[in-house]
C-alpha cells in the first residue's frame, strides 16, 4: 500500500515536496485579472528563462519608442557569446540585426541573444537588469528583482508566478502586434533556424498561443502559458515542475480550471501601461542648471508673409510636447481655405492612432489634397516618391467611398512612417469602390511593410510591377 501511495504521487503529484524546485501556481483571466486560483503565488522563487519575457517587453518598447530598430545592427560582445546553453552560438564581434535576436530569445530562449539585446538597448546588461527592475515596478511586480537578461541562476534574481502573470498580461495587451512570436513553431534567426521550446505545449492544447518557458536546475521546470478560447482567454502560470510533460500536463489542468471558471462575456479591462524611460545614461556627465523658474511659455506665432497669397501651414513641431490625432489633421485640411496644405510632423513614436511630435528630431513634410469641391481625379497620389526605380505597391484594402481610402491612408502613413517613408498615397477608383495603395516601392520595402502591418492584424498584400 505504501509503495502504491508512493506511485500515485510521482504521476501525479510532480509539483508537490519530491520535486526539490518549490511549487506555485496562478490561473488569472486575463480580460479582467481577476485571479481564479493561487498556491504559493507571492513566494519569491528563481524564474529561470520566465526572464525573457521582460527582455523582450523592454525591447519592444524600445522600439515602439524608437530608441532602436529592428533593422539595427547589434555587434555581440564577448559577454553575450560567452553566456552558456541555450544559445544561438554567436561569436564575439559579430553584426546581426536586433529582429533575429528578438526571435531568438523568444522562441528558442537563447541566452546569449538575449544578453546582445540588453547590452544593445542599455549599453551593458547591469544597466538593462536595473531598466527591467524599474518597468517590473511600474507594472506592480511588487516583489520581482532581474539581475540579467537572460534568467540564468544568480543571487538575487527573483520574482513570484503572480508577478510573471502579471508580466505576461501585458506583454499580451500592451504590445500585441509582437505577441505572434511566442505562438511560432520554428522561425528564421538568420544564422540558423530556431525552433520554439514551448512547441509540444502549443501543439497539444487547444487554443494555447504562448507565452514563455524556463529551466533551471533551481528554478524547476516553468511555464506561463496563455490560451484562448470563443473569446476568453486564461493565463496560467507554474513554477517547480519536474519535468516537461509533467509541468505541461499541469498547466493544462490550470487552464482548464481557469475556462471553467470564467464568464463567457466580460468587459476587456487592459492594463495600464507603465511609463516609458530611456536609458538612464544617455545624459550621464551632463549638468544642467536651471537659473530661475519660469512663470509661463508662450507659443512662438506664425511670421507675417509678403503680400503674396499665404499658404496654410499647421506649425506642429514648434508647439513642445503635443499629441495629435490623425482625425484632427482630416479636420484642419477639410476646414482648409486653401487648395493645398503642407502638414509637418515631427518624426513620430506610434501609439495606436496617436502620433507624438518630438520637437528634437527634423520633421519630414507630409502634402494632403484639402480642397473638398475640387474635382477629382480617377487616381490621387497624395505624396511623390524621389525614387523612380521603384514600382511595387501594397494595397491595403477596398473602400466604398474615396475619403475613406485617403483616411485609412493617412493613418497607416502616421503608423509605418520608418517602413513606409517616402511611398506614394495612392487611391484608385474601381467599378466596385476605391483601393487604397502605397505606391513607389522597392520589392524588399513594400514585403516588409506588409509584414509589419500583418503583424498588427491589418491587411496588406503586395501588388507587383504591372
Known sequence: MYVISAMFTVLVGPWTALNSAPYAAVVMDAR???????????????????????TLYVAFQAIEQSEISLDSYVTVSRNASSEPPSKLWLKTGQKIQLRYLIRAASIKSANDAATAIGEAIAGSEVEFAKRMTRTARAMGMDRTTFKNAHGLTQSGHLSTARDMTILGRHIIYDYPQYYNLFSRRSADAKVRQVNNTNRRFLRAYKGADGIKTGYTRAAGFNLVASAERGGERIIATMFGGSSTPARNARVAQLLDMGFKRAPSSAKLQRPRIPPYERNQNE??????????????????????????????????????????????????????????????????????????????????????????????????????????SRTWAINIGKFNFRHQAERVLLRMALAEMSTLDGADRTVKARATGYDALFTGLTQDSADLACRRLHAQQLSCFMVAPS
Open 283 to 388: 545624459h550621464k556627465g551632463k549638468t544642467v542648471r536651471l537659473m530661475t523658474a519660469v512663470k509661463r511659455s508662450l507659443r512662438p506665432k506664425i511670421r507675417p508673409f509678403g503680400s503674396g497669397p499665404v499658404p496654410a501651414e499647421l506649425l506642429i513641431a514648434a508647439a513642445p510636447k503635443v499629441q495629435i490625432q490623425p482625425d484632427d489633421i482630416l479636420a484642419a485640411l477639410q476646414s482648409a481655405t486653401s487648395g493645398a496644405v503642407v502638414v509637418q510632423l515631427a518624426e513620430s513614436t506610434y501609439a495606436p492612432g496617436m502620433a507624438r511630435i518630438s520637437p528634437r528630431v527634423r520633421p519630414p513634410r507630409l502634402s494632403f489634397v484639402a480642397d473638398p469641391v475640387a474635382e477629382q481625379p480617377t487616381e490621387s497620389v497624395a505624396r511623390r516618391s524621389k525614387s523612380g
Open 32 to 54: 479582467t485579472g481577476k485571479i481564479y486560483h493561487s498556491r504559493n503565488a507571492d513566494t519569491r522563487l528563481h524564474p529561470a528563462s520566465l526572464t525573457k519575457m521582460m
